[in-house]
């Protein structure tokens, strides 16, 4: 029997909402996530997704859904800086609104709202805060700031040494953020990770930020666009 569908309205119409807001990450089997994303071409994607365990709640019912290869690695494919890795995932995966439903004891589905596939969502998406100094000497502090990097319990976004490695670098994957070590307290802290890109202007455009806590993950896409107007 066919699943019901929905007929979605395109990204641009809801996509602004997931701007900057932690996607928590969810895994499907692989077969079932390419099914997905055929459909969403189609425009008409099912209204829910069988899911996978680990399963964590998003207080903003958002959600980016990779396949449960890419699921496990996903963080070491920030910390290693593989960008190949990185594009096959924003390939293969979907991000969306919806909640997790209970199927039985052990089994949660995905209730789709709103579903499209990362990299068209990516294209469409703007950044969600400018970020604009004439001192480069603020833009650790500034950037940590921002509410919507207040993800975790004690991790930040930002160091020196991750700021440094985005200001040099056209294209920057890796460790944004790592526990201070005049700072004990926070050793056993999970650290940050950006994926960064040096944009036409000489602007910093963060793409994605991976916040890590435990065995939950949250990734921000587009969170924020960094201008330094150097006097």
Request: proline share 7%; net charge negative.
């Amino acid at each position: 029997m066919p699943l019901e569908t929905l007929n979605l309205p395109p990204a641009e119409k809801w996509v602004e909402q997931i701007e900057g807001v932690p996607l928590v990450l969810l895994q499907a089997e692989k077969e079932e996530l390419a099914r997905l994303r055929r459909s969403i071409e189609k425009g008409q994607p099912p209204s829910y997704l069988p899911v996978l365990p680990p399963y964590h709640l998003s207080d903003e019912d958002a959600y980016i859904l990779l396949p449960e290869d890419l699921a496990v690695d996903f963080r070491s494919i920030f910390e290693d800086g593989d960008l190949d890795l990185l594009k096959e995932a924003m390939e293969e995966s979907v991000v969306a609104l919806g909640t997790l439903e209970r199927v039985k004891r052990g089994e949660m589905r995905f209730v789709i709202e709103e579903a499209a596939k990362t990299q068209e969502a990516l294209r469409q998406m703007r950044y969600a805060k400018v970020v604009e100094l004439d001192d480069v000497s603020m833009a650790v502090q500034t950037l940590n700031e921002l509410p919507l990097f207040h993800n975790t319990v004690a991790s930040a976004f930002v160091d020196e040494e991750g700021l440094a490695d985005m200001l040099q670098s056209s294209e920057y994957l890796g460790t944004s953020w790592r526990p201070p070590p005049e700072r004990p307290e926070l050793a056993g802290v999970d650290p940050t990770f950006a994926w960064t890109k040096r944009l036409k202007d000489g602007s910093i455009g963060i793409e994605a930020a991976l916040f890590c806590e435990y065995e939950e993950m949250a990734l921000l896409l587009r969170p924020a666009i960094l201008q330094i107007h150097m006097a």
